[in-house]
């Protein structure tokens, strides 16, 4: 009796099944308004960040509270836009375009999110502790960098869609025009 009913099971389960995954399959390729990568996901940005650790946490929980947990590749180097653009970092910038086109292709994103923080170490080494004495010069100084980041992108990458933000270390953040 088990056995037999755990047949019958399988026989009106299975077409069932497979019709819907079919249908399934079928529609959401026909539908799809964005592109997947490889693995069928889509994603939807990369994430620009400095490497500070006090800002990995609120970096991460702020991608979260938009809802793109598990949506974003992450790239991770001192700075943030400041290491992509600043003349003194100018041996690291390679390596960020670079990854950059990587992750349009493999994850098919359409979207750079950069975050740059206050009192970020790396800022005043590549333009001097003046440039971050302030909240005031700090915000000039970040602001101007994401200038130069998102001319750069437009170049580069003129498809791709770009926001930036400057973060405190208490995680709030001011997004830049
Ligand atoms: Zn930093």
């Known amino acids: 009796m088990t056995m037999l009913s755990s047949r019958r ?5 299975l ?3 497979g019709r ?3 249908f399934g399959l079928a529609a959401s390729a026909f539908l799809a308004p964005m592109a997947r990568a490889e693995d069928g996901t889509a994603y ?3 994430l620009l960040t400095c490497i500070d650790p006090r800002l990995v946490t609120p970096v991460n929980a702020w991608m979260g509270t938009r809802g793109l947990t598990g949506k974003f590749s992450q790239f991770a180097i001192a700075g ?12 690291w910038h390679t390596a960020f375009w670079d990854n950059l086109g990587a992750s349009i292709q493999l994850h098919k994103i359409t979207r750079v999110i950069a975050v740059a923080h206050r009192d970020c170490g790396a800022a005043a080494i ?11 010069a700090e915000t000039a100084l970040h ?3 994401y200038g130069e980041f998102k001319t750069e992108l437009a170049k580069r990458q003129p498809s791709l869609r770009v926001e930036g933000g400057l973060m405190a270390l208490d995680g ?4 830049f025009a």
Do not use: H, Q
């Open 9 to 13: 099971g399988c026989a009106c389960c």
């Open 15 to 17: 077409p069932t099944l």
């Open 20 to 22: 819907r995954g079919i």
């Open 44 to 46: 939807d940005s990369m």
């Open 80 to 91: 943030a836009p400041v290491g992509v653009v600043a003349p003194a970092f100018a041996a």
């Open 126 to 136: 590549a333009y001097g502790d003046a440039s971050i004495a302030t909240p005031e």
């Open 143 to 145: 602001t101007r960098v």
């Open 172 to 175: 709030k953040i001011e997004m």
